[in-house]
């Protein structure tokens, strides 16, 4: 059964792990540093210059939209869900959002996201859509950012095909995925034969430029003793 992104728990669970301090992402002593704020790790990988027009794939509930608005003078964040889309939007709007984090059972914490400082909400726009169905009128992209989204995707390589028209000459694109294919996203025929890494790799180098990469820990929190870690591949590419 594919996870329920619409859901009140998975809403919760993303505008902690975008928003939430370190503390209450993760209230032990073990492994909070090296996983904590993998959401900003992850823009960090583009070069440091400002830029015209962003984009950010999966963008979930929006840190990322907004730290791109840092460097970039308009920011486009597209996600499948609505939910998560709409309290993107809050954020834009209010630059807050209640929320509620589980410690156990039905006992949970209420805690407010907060936007981070110095971004720039009003550069940034929030739509729900697909995508591996891109409007025809995206292209000259100066970035697209694509956190834990390849291996989500019904057809990954769909979408690593249409990366070079979205595209302007020298953009880049940063992917975090940590490649964890399962049926219920990607029907097995659509899985890389081999080793995912290579797979991606030989795909990008067709039209891309490998800039660095790096593995990078996330954390996602259920509830106060029970938390999902993932090793994520990143890597920046420039376009040839």
């Keep these: ?98 929320f509620r984090y589980q410690e156990e059972g039905d006992i949970y914490t209420e805690s407010v996201a907060r936007l981070p400082e110095n971004v720039m909400p009003e550069r940034v726009s929030f739509a729900q859509g697909d995508a591996l169905n891109l409007p025809e009128g995206f292209k000259g992209f100066d970035r697209v950012h694509a956190s834990n989204l390849l291996c989500r995707l019904p057809d990954p390589e769909k979408l690593l095909e249409r990366l070079p028209s979205l595209l302007a000459d020298g953009g880049e694109v940063v992917f975090a995925t940590p490649f964890s294919w399962l049926e219920q996203y990607t029907p097995k025929e659509k899985w890389p034969q081999g080793d995912s890494w290579e797979w991606l790799k030989g795909i990008m180098e067709k039209n891309f430029t490998l800039m660095q990469d790096a593995d990078e820990p996330f954390l996602i929190r259920e509830h106060a003793r029970k938390f999902q870690l993932g090793i994520s591949k990143i890597s920046a590419w420039r376009k040839k």
């Design 1 to 98: 059964m594919v996870q329920d992104y619409e859901s009140e728990k998975l809403l919760n669970e993303y505008l902690l792990m975008h928003y939430g301090t370190h503390e209450e992402l993760m209230p032990w002593g073990v492994g909070s540093l090296a996983a904590h704020d993998f959401v900003s790790r992850t823009v960090t990988y583009f070069s440091p210059k400002p830029v015209r027009l962003s984009l950010d794939l999966g963008c979930a509930v929006g840190k990322t939209s907004f730290l791109l608005s840092q460097s970039s003078q308009k920011v486009i964040g597209i996600d499948f869900s609505q939910n998560f889309i709409d309290a993107a939007n809050v954020m834009k709007e209010r630059g807050s959002m209640p």
